[in-house]
């Protein structure tokens, strides 16, 4: 009889608790709403592909002992959500003083858009830093992984579980927040919609090193 390579049971366990991990608000959920709030539909996908390529670069880290070399280097891990955290809620402050500037023209808005860094590295950026992919993948994950059995096969089914789950909750939390963004031709709604996405990002940024 052939051995699978992780338990079923074991593997709906870890399901369920993977859809609630999904689910709760955090900083990358937070960080999709502000995306589709300020820069649309496109955008949101696109930043949820930057966050779920840093799931995977976490997901290699683990293959390769992410729990030794926390241990080992516990500074290295924590400056870096450090400096995530400082980056969110750099964005955060630029989006609640752009609220408060004069509504841009067409060609000054296309100019924005040009020098604005890609939702991509946005997204891939604030989940490299999240504690809580640290706190997943030195904490969660280990008590469900099998070392009886081979690991390769094991991380790619938790993988797989991971980025679906977190694709689908990611987008939804993002494509709500883009459904905001069709008023934002009304200057009133504007400027609060700008100062509301600016403090989603230092929530996000403040749940970041609350974790640490």
Known sequence: MTRLPVDPHLYLVFLGVM???????????????????????????VAVAGMNVATLVWFGAAALGLGALVAAFPEAFRLIAVGGALYVAWLGVSSIRSAFRPAPTEVSTEGR???RRPAFVDGFLVQIANPKAVLFFTAV????????????PQLALFAAAVIGMDVLTMSAYGLAGAALARRMSEPRFRRGFGVFVGFLLLIAAVLIVSRL
């Open 19 to 45: 859809a609630v991990m999904a689910v709760t608000p955090g900083p990358a959920n937070l960080f999709s709403i502000a995306t589709g709030m300020e820069r649309g539909k496109r955008a949101v996908l």
């Open 113 to 115: 858009t040009r020098l």
């Open 141 to 152: 994950l280990p008590p469900f992984l099998d070392v009886e059995r081979p690991m390769a």
